[in-house]
């Protein structure tokens, strides 16, 4: 009986493999992205090898392996543009993707081997690289071109800038010809008046 119970433990270590867990990086294209991965290091002896690969974390190893570890250096790397710049003898074997590209974007396996019968920590990554946002808005100028009739000294165009001011009933010169029929009116035209300047750049 006890045999049996054995036997399926270790069936169902087959088939269901260790423990994965799942998360998503996101990064731009240009930039470094970093895709965490750590393990828990008591002392010097429990240092071990990982690897990570381009796709879910197999039954063993790494599928498209792109670099190793054996826990204290790099001893195979696919590319230059992967990166373990982590501590490894800490357990910090994330992995740095350089100058990250949309090609880049995918399913990362960091597996970290761990001594004994299906204790390897297996970790997927999502990694997303998107190109970064660029702003298209830019500052408006309003400008208006006045071109001189026939006759006038200029034939060629100007630029004016135009601003226009309202200035208080209190402000205002009184330049009517006859006096205001009635207070509101004269406050009416008060309001009403704007003040108009305007520069002209030839």
């Known amino acids: 009986?006890?045999?049996?119970?054995?036997?399926?433990?270790?069936?169902?270590?087959?088939?269901?493999?260790?423990?994965?867990?799942e998360?998503?990086?996101?990064?731009?294209?240009?930039?470094?992205?970093?895709v965490p991965c750590h393990y828990n290091v008591r002392d010097g002896n429990a240092v071990t090898s990982m690897c990570w690969g381009r796709d879910r974390c197999p039954n063993s190893k790494c599928s498209r392996p792109i670099i190793w570890?054996?826990?204290?250096?790099?001893?195979?790397?696919?590319?230059?543009?992967?990166?373990?710049?982590?501590?490894?003898?800490?357990?910090?074997?994330?992995?740095?993707?350089?100058?990250?590209?949309?090609?880049?974007?995918?399913i990362y396996c960091c597996r970290v081997e761990i001594p004994g019968l299906f204790n390897d920590q297996l970790i997927n990554h999502k990694v997303v690289v998107k190109k970064?946002?660029?702003?298209?808005?830019?500052?408006?100028?309003?400008?208006?071109?006045q071109t001189s009739g026939p006759g006038s000294p200029s034939d060629s165009s100007s630029a004016v800038?135009?601003?226009?001011?309202?200035?208080?009933?209190?402000?205002?010169?009184?330049?009517?010809?006859?006096?205001?029929?009635?207070?509101?009116?004269?406050?009416?035209?008060?309001?009403d008046l704007q003040v108009w300047s305007g520069t002209l750049a030839t």
């Open 69 to 106: 570890t054996d826990g204290w250096r790099v001893t195979e790397r696919h590319s230059s543009r992967y990166q373990l710049r982590g501590d490894l003898q800490s357990g910090d074997v994330s992995l740095t993707i350089v100058e990250a590209r949309e090609a880049d974007s995918g």
């Open 132 to 145: 970064a946002r660029i702003s298209t808005a830019s500052p408006h100028t309003y400008t208006s071109e």
């Open 1 to 21: 009986m006890l045999s049996y119970v054995c036997l399926s433990w270790v069936l169902l270590g087959l088939f269901t493999g260790s423990t994965v867990s």
């Open 161 to 191: 800038t135009r601003t226009w001011t309202s200035l208080p009933a209190s402000e205002v010169p009184h330049t009517a010809s006859t006096p205001c029929s009635d207070p509101s009116d004269c406050l009416d035209v008060a309001v």
């Open 23 to 34: 998360s998503i990086v996101i990064g731009e294209v240009g930039q470094d992205v970093t």
